[in-house]
């Protein structure tokens, strides 16, 4: 699978190209990996809304930087995801503060009182493809992983 996509600017921001025949756009990505994200976080973030995924690990350094697929429930790449790193939430109040950034409501599981830690992983950058792809499922339970690895 060739994980080489042609960027270009449309009027929402940057859009992804994958027909040959369109123009090359002003910046190329190469797909390195892939992140399993539900619904409808999966979509918050490549719409850009989200702009903090809250996991229970950090984001391991090898995907710092770059280009993930992002790979929904349906077995679908909805688009990419580039992480800058993460943090660790050492209380309640920190988590809290962060919201408009992870938009994690306090009766979801995933909340930082329902957690044993809390980790948000700061998004970079992130685009919506203009179709989904099919994905195949990840091989193990981590959720991320990268492509031929």
Known sequence: MDCTFN????RLGLRLLRSPWEPIGERT??????????EPWAREIVQGRKT?????????????????H???????????VRFSGSKRYD??????????????????PYHYNHRKRTFGWTISEAIAYNEPLPAQPLRSQFRLEHIGG
């Open 70 to 80: 992002v790979q929904n429930e349906h077995r679908q790449y909805i688009g990419a």
């Open 52 to 68: 903090i995924e809250t996991a229970h690990i950090g984001l391991p350094e090898r995907f710092k930087g770059q280009w993930l």
């Open 91 to 108: 209380d309640v109040q920190t988590f809290d503060d962060d919201f408009k950034h992870h938009k994690v409501m306090s009766c979801s």
């Open 29 to 38: 990505m190469k797909i390195q990996g892939k992140v399993y994200i539900r």
């Open 7 to 10: 960027l270009s600017r449309d």
